[in-house]
């Protein structure tokens, strides 16, 4: 039950949201007693004031006419996400903890791992025990085959198959033809080959020749974020036209087969996944699309060299190559976090709650420094929170710090129970679950988070235009009755 303080501050921030009607309704009522008062005669003598002014009047509509038009050229044109797929891997390359240590054993004894000792396979699972990834998430082909196989051709065969699965799906759902799509973004961080994924795509379904076409590369878990920011950029400037968004990353390549533990951590949390997102700036598409963006604010503390070093791409001492995460990830993590959220913070947060931060500003600045920092409520500007399910400790913090609730990240951790860390598509499979339980209400604002190597942490908000179901094929479907799972208390020892 809520307490009376926090009924009052319901109250207040209500007020506060909805202070200019509140203010326009005593204007209306006396505007509207004043008219009743108007006589007969009144009438008459506007009607002969407005025959006599007829040139002033015609210059101040056509000046407000002008006014009109240059605003509505000139304003951001509203983007909006008419539908998106998340790409569900077959059931075969489903993968238990118990499964994928069997197999690296097996790995081990064929010599494609050269370890000489047990530790670093002790240290392996423990890292998969608490990782807060489930029983039934996707590993690639290649790497259930012994020997293993991670060459161009598989690791190709590997995104394709993610990709085009994903985009296929969402043509379906949507009925839009690739023939209408006018702009192309595709990000995988570290599977980059030529031809680019964006260029399969446009092989695959024969996109039209004056495409525009990106492919971002090199940008981490946050690049979806991003791919998003830049497909509203152009779609700024082409009108009338369909933006599609694919996310990815491949896992095939990137398996790490040295004796670095900073480095062994990915191999345990990165899984398949992807997903493709179509976004239109038509405003006829207002009435079939689920969601509108509102903000996308992007961090990047690259200058910093403790944020560029904290997750590299690089050869260990032996000359194997994996990605490494340096002991100050945490420190740049949150850092990072917090510039995103107090860039972010001004453009949501109702007035109450900047109030609030002012105050508590000052008082720290000139009466008590030792007072902590004021923690907006973000419950109060988000009905849902997308938070990138990278691992079960950064979901944690995010919840910690942002004073929100199980129910509030209970998407993220469901996604990285079910389908583990996905990379930047992973906020994908978030925004699905919450469609999939039936919460995604009209009016609801949603913020998805994400952080990645650079450092980089990126954040996109959407408002839903209507009561969202989840559309054909939601990877959840087939295994949403089994969640909320419980976390195995040993994941919190």
Not at 50 to 74: E, H, K, P, R, V
Not at 250 to 262: A, D, E, F, V
Request: glycine share 6%; proline share 4%; net charge positive.
């Amino acid at each position: 039950m809520d307490s009376p303080m926090k009924k009052v501050k319901i109250f207040t921030n209500y007020l506060m949201a909805h202070r200019f009607k509140l203010c326009f309704l005593p204007l209306m009522v006396s505007i509207a007693m004043e008219a009743s008062r108007l006589s007969t005669q009144d009438l008459q003598n506007l009607y002969l004031y407005l025959q006599n002014n007829i040139t002033s009047l015609t210059m101040f509509f056509l000046y407000l006419a002008l006014g009109s038009t240059l605003y509505l050229m000139t304003r951001p044109k509203p983007v909006y996400l008419v539908d998106f797929s998340c790409y569900l891997p077959p059931s075969h390359l489903k993968a238990s903890i118990q499964k994928i240590m069997d197999h690296v054993r097996r790995v081990r004894e064929a010599g494609a791992w050269k370890q000489e000792s047990d530790y670093l396979m002790d240290f392996c699972e423990k890292i998969l025990e608490r990782s807060g990834l489930g029983q039934e998430t996707y590993i690639p082909e290649g790497l259930q085959s012994l020997p293993l196989q991670q060459t161009l051709a598989v690791s190709r065969k590997e995104t394709e198959e993610v990709i085009i699965g994903a985009v296929d799906n969402l043509f379906r759902n949507t009925g839009i033809s690739p023939s209408d799509i006018g702009i192309l973004v595709v990000n995988s961080s570290t599977f980059n080959p030529t031809p680019s994924l964006s260029t399969i795509l446009v092989n695959k379904f024969k996109l039209r020749d004056d495409i525009k076409s990106l492919n971002l590369g090199g940008m981490g878990c946050s690049a979806g974020v991003i791919a998003i920011d830049a497909a509203k950029s152009l779609l700024q400037v082409h009108r009338n036209t369909y933006a599609l968004v694919v996310s990815t990353e491949n896992i095939t390549q990137n398996l790490y087969l040295g004796n670095n533990k900073s480095m062994l951590v990915t191999n345990c949390l990165f899984r398949i996944g992807g997903a493709a997102i179509l976004l239109s700036n038509r405003s006829m598409d207002r009435k079939r699309a689920k969601y509108e963006l509102v903000h996308t604010v992007r961090v990047h503390t690259g200058a910093d060299d403790r944020s560029y070093e904290c997750a590299t791409q690089e050869e260990d001492e032996d000359g194997v190559v994996g990605v490494s995460l340096s002991k100050n990830l945490p420190m740049v993590a949150a850092r990072t976090l917090k510039i995103n959220i107090a860039t972010l913070g001004p453009l949501v947060l109702p007035l109450s709650e900047k109030f609030h931060f002012f105050v508590r500003f000052v008082k720290k600045k000139f009466v008590n420094p030792k007072l902590k920092h004021y923690i907006p409520d973000f419950k109060l500007a988000f009905e849902h929170f997308c938070i990138h399910a990278g691992g079960r400790a950064l979901i944690d913090e995010m919840e910690k710090n942002l004073h929100l609730t199980p129910l509030d990240v209970e998407a993220s951790r469901m996604t990285l129970h079910r389908f583990g860390n996905t990379s930047s598509s992973s906020i994908w499979y978030e925004l699905a679950y919450t469609e999939a339980k039936g919460r995604m209400k009209k009016g609801d604002r949603i913020w998805q988070i994400a952080l990645g190597s650079g450092f980089k942490c990126n954040s996109s908000v959407w408002v839903a235009l209507r009561n969202v179901k989840p559309s054909a094929n939601n990877p959840w479907e087939h295994c949403l009755h089994k969640y909320p799972v419980e976390i195995d208390i040993d994941l919190k020892e």
